[in-house]
């Protein structure tokens, strides 16, 4: 069993030899207490959700010595004990480049096992294989897009739930809202994370201009991808009280692979696993 750890000893932002076999013990796990600790998110979750995983760089061997590709979609809930660090995910799927395997069904077994281990939750896998691309087509996500609101910004700091506000108007709405902007930092490398944000809730009217502006404010922002999603769900819920609500956020993928969070309010319709321009 892989023994969670923390960033900072991760085999993020280190020189790193890609192993040519199969080893689960590259797995890198990383308890989600401890961002949520610090988010004040405690046991139990008051929201759902899944991380979406795509892996574009799989390869391995079959019986016979052929090297095949496929592209990997991982699904972690979100109510798992730990998340999984991407270099070490990476690595780890590298390490089937020269593993033959008896067959597809055999290879999914072995990494859903691996990954569920890592996780200590459910985590499911599913591959697509060269004759299955075109099915996986390329679609941005549904919703308003709020970047055109006119606003000015004069610094760029933290995440600041202060910016959120909404209408004085008591009448409910239910809306999508998109935005295109949200941009943070590994908080290991310091690289940019890019990704498009969907927000869709039922309660209060959020203010455009005020959720715009506090997504901006992730711009200088050091995050996990999961935890940044986590903190606009919580920032949403606290300051802007709707009274279903959920965050989905498309990162743009990073060494082959993306990672896109969901969170949500129980009830809430699970989100397309659907690959977007960027």
Known sequence: MNAPHTAASSPLGKPTDYPDRYDPGLLYPIERAIGRDALGLSFPLRFTGIDLWTAYELSWLDAFGVPQVAIAQITVP???????????????LYGFVNTRQTNTDALIETITRDLSCAAAADVAVNLSSVAGFDAMPIRE?????IDAAAIRIDAQGTPDAALLSTHDDATPVEETLLSHVLKSNCPVTGQPDWASVQVRYRGPRIDRASLLRYLISYREHSGFHEQCVERIFRDVMVRCAPQALSVYARYTRRGGIDINPYRATPGMPSPVHTRSAR
Request: aromatic letters at 4%.
């Open 78 to 92: 979100a109510d798992s004990p730990r998340l999984i660090e991407s270099k070490s995910l990476k690595l780890y």
């Open 141 to 145: 996500l549904d919703g308003d897009c």
